[in-house]
T-cell receptor
Framework: KAGVTQTPRYLIKTRGQQVTLSCSPI?????VSWYQQTPGQGLQFLFE???????NKGNFPGRFSGRQFSNSRSEMNVSTLELGDSALYLC????????????FGQGTRLTVV | DQQVKQNSPSLSVQEGRISILNCDYT??????FLWYKKYPAEGPTFLIS?????DKNEDGRFTVFLNKSAKHLSLHIVPSQPGDSAVYFC???????????FGKGTRLSVIA
């Protein structure tokens, strides 16, 4: 069974640009969560989507947004990129939205220059 | 304010010995805890979890202990192997229904 797939794996963007990251959950999983990992900060929760609805949101500015499609694939968008947005963005999926065993993708490494 | 803390950024252990990774939490409402292992350039991999109704859960070489009164959990790996060298994250949730709150991780190095 295929795991969580995130594309692209690496991305370099310039300050002020916007970026869209994609996440395809494990087949049959309906919940997708996004996390940001930066050195020294661990993983910080961005938002969670379940059946196309945002169910939880972390403490990030409005420049960070996301959506989920009917096939459970999810995208996150960051507008007006700042240098501090450079991070590894991780997506996790669960079948029911219960975080008793969330499966993570390999992440997208975003570098803002 | 960090709700989940892993106070040791790194740990070195000899192959064959026990590795003990510690995690403290401040929110007494947390009742579900997970450990993830992460290699560089890969996403975290689920290792083992424990619900607050238990104080111990075992899976092969991995055992997690939960001390609710101390708001402390630990992951024991025995025997440690070089392939266990990775960053280990502790995470907590309320009944699995809320987003996972992660610690900052502990880098484990198992020396052959």
């Amino acid at each position: 069974k295929a795991g969580v797939t995130q594309t692209p794996r690496y991305l370099i963007k310039t300050r002020g640009q916007q970026v869209t990251l994609s996440c395809s959950p494990i087949s049959g999983h309906r919940s997708v969560s996004w996390y940001q990992q930066t050195p020294g900060q661990g993983l910080q929760f961005l938002f969670e989507y379940f059946s196309e609805t945002q169910r939880n949101k972390g403490n990030f500015p409005g420049r960070f947004s996301g959506r989920q499609f009917s096939n459970s694939r999810s995208e996150m968008n960051v507008s007006t990129l700042e240098l501090g947005d450079s991070a590894l963005y991780l997506c996790a999926s669960t079948r029911t939205g219960q975080n008793t065993e969330a499966f993570f993708g390999q992440g997208t490494r975003l570098t803002v220059v | 304010d960090q709700q989940v803390k892993q106070n040791s950024p790194s740990l070195s252990v000899q192959e064959g010995r026990i590795s003990i990774l510690n995690c403290d939490y401040t929110n007494s409402m947390f009742d579900y805890f997970l450990w993830y292992k992460k290699y560089p350039a890969e996403g975290p991999t689920f290792l083992i979890s424990i619900s607050s109704i238990k104080d111990k859960n075992e899976d092969g070489r991995f055992t997690v202990f939960l001390n609710k009164s101390a708001k402390h959990l630990s992951l024991h790996i025995v025997p440690s192997q070089p392939g266990d060298s990775a960053v280990y994250f502790c995470a907590a949730s309320l009944s699995g229904n809320t987003p996972l709150v992660f610690g900052k991780g502990t880098r484990l190095s198992v020396i052959a």
